[in-house]
Every structure is written in structure tokens, then in C-alpha cells.
């Protein structure tokens, strides 16, 4: 609650092009010890995490309104018209979740959102029941629908197909599973781990399937690039179609992590990789 107070405050009196530096400083207190790459890593962590407060409870006002340039945003036209649904699957980035719902909004997309309700500020009964809310209600206003995720996923996946048959749009994020489960790949040197309800879906309907990252320039600037559609073969089983899908997204993953270090904020399975294949289960 002290930094949803705090947000509100910065909301109110920081030029919005100074967040990310009140953020910063607003978040570096009572750091743990330990090494200082490893205690700017949290710092970081944090500086986002409040920056997001910040972002919600001016965008509850009505104050927020950041600027997006779009890369590719006519490939998700294009296969809108196919009539098939488009699956956009979201890079995890600092901002793909606020800017991401935002930018599709702005630029007309009607976008549907597989969501668990953990998302917003807590994971606690307090932060579901109170604060989590104040989060979703406002990014609500930027969605055509929230799918939410209770439970087991059958209900929630089943919606989603419903939307893709409809030729509409779902947007799921690469780091949740939502009780679909997950496949792992190579990456890197380690092992990246991504859900697989997005390729899934597409490989059951036919759906169009897109890597979407979210960056920012600079202040309240940001960028939406969209690459060219990943192949979902579905003369392969769902599983070894799915193992190519995640292939796909850790090459564009790379590519990312050279052009814009720091910007992909994944997660590894584990550190090492086995001489063997990849793994999906």
C-alpha cells in the first residue's frame, strides 16, 4: 500500500518523462546484500515494478497516455483478413503488459487476453481480492475480453478458441504455460522455457502466430515490433509442432538480446543443456 501510495504521488507530480528515473531512486532502499551485479539486477526488478504503479494509477486518471511506433502492424492486418485468428504471443518484456494492451488498442485492435489472477501487484488473498484489480480494470478498458484462467485451463482455452474461430485475436504471454503445458529448447547455452497453449492453438485452428516485443525509446516512448508470422506445421503431431514453434521464438529471443540487451526478461528452465535434444512436457 506505501507504494501505491508513493506511485500515486509521482503520478501527480513527476513530469512523466522522469519515471523511470523516480522509479530508480524511489526503489533502491533496503537492497540485500550481495553482489552488485546481482543487487542492480533487483534494483532493476523493482525500478520496473514501480514504474508500472505509476503507469496504472495515471492511466486511472486519464494521464497516461504513452506514445507507441508500431513495427509490423500491418503483418497482423494481413492475417486478420485470412479469417483464421491471430495468436499474438508476447515476448516478456518490462512493459509488454501495460504498453503491449495499450498500443493494441490505439491501433484498433480488438484483442482478447488469456490472463491468470495473479496478475496485477500480489500474488497474496489481500493483493487478489484488493489491489490486483485496481490493475486489470484499468488495462480492461484496452482489452475486447480478458480470458481468466481459473484453475485448470480447459474452460479458459476453450474461450480462446471460440474467439479464434470467430477470426478475432488472443494474446498470450511466452512465459505462461496456463495449465497447458510447457516446452523447453536449447538457448543460449541453457535451457528457455515457454508455454505452449499459443502454437498449440494455432496448430488446432490454423490460427496466424506472432512473436510480439515491446521496447522502450525513451521516457514514455515505446515501440511494438511485430516479426513475420512463426510457421506452425500441422502436418507434425502438436508436440513436435509446438518444439519448432519454441525453436522459432528462442532464435528471435537471441536476436533480441544482441540488438537490445537487457530488454527480454525471460526465464531458463536451468543453467546447463544437456548433449541431448530438446525437451517439452
Known amino acids: 500500500m506505501t507504494e501505491l501510495l508513493a506511485a500515486q504521488v509521482c503520478a501527480r507530480l513527476v513530469p512523466q518523462s522522469s519515471w523511470p528515473q523516480a522509479a530508480r531512486r524511489l526503489s533502491g532502499f533496503s537492497l ?28 486511472r486518471q486519464g494521464i497516461w497516455r504513452p506514445a507507441v511506433q508500431w513495427q509490423g502492424l500491418e503483418r497482423i492486418e494481413a492475417a486478420l483478413r485470412a479469417g483464421k485468428g491471430v495468436v499474438l504471443w508476447m515476448v516478456n518484456t518490462d512493459f509488454d503488459s501495460s504498453v503491449g494492451k495499450w498500443g493494441c488498442h490505439r491501433a484498433g485492435l480488438a484483442v482478447h487476453h488469456l490472463s491468470r489472477p495473479e496478475h496485477g501487484f500480489s500474488g497474496s488473498r489481500f493483493g487478489l481480492r484488493f489491489l490486483n484489480p485496481i490493475r486489470t480494470q484499468v488495462e480492461d478498458r484496452w482489452l475486447a475480453g480478458r480470458i481468466r484462467v481459473e484453475g485448470k485451463a480447459t474452460g479458459a482455452m476453450r474461450n480462446a478458441r471460440q474467439v479464434l474461430a470467430e477470426g478475432g485475436i488472443v494474446s498470450i504471454k511466452t512465459g505462461d504455460f496456463e495449465g497447458t503445458g510447457m516446452t523447453e529448447v536449447p538457448h543460449e547455452g541453457r535451457v528457455l522455457r515457454v508455454g505452449a497453449g499459443a502454437p498449440g492453438l494455432c496448430h488446432l485452428l490454423g490460427s496466424a502466430l506472432f512473436a510480439v516485443t515491446v521496447s522502450r525509446i525513451s521516457g514514455q516512448n515505446f515501440q511494438i515490433d511485430v516479426g513475420s508470422p512463426i510457421e506452425v506445421d500441422r502436418t507434425l503431431d502438436r508436440r513436435a509442432a509446438t518444439v519448432r514453434c519454441a525453436q522459432a521464438l ?32
Open 32 to 59: 540485500p546484500s550481495g553482489p552488485p551485479r546481482e543487487r542492480d539486477r533487483i534494483r532493476a526488478q523493482r525500478a520496473t515494478a514501480f514504474e508500472i504503479k505509476i503507469q496504472t494509477l495515471a492511466a
Open 250 to 281: 528462442a532464435r528471435r529471443i537471441a536476436t533480441l538480446n544482441q540488438v537490445q540487451p537487457g530488454v527480454w526478461r525471460g526465464v531458463y528452465a536451468r543453467m546447463n543443456v544437456s548433449a541431448g535434444g530438446p525437451e517439452s512436457n
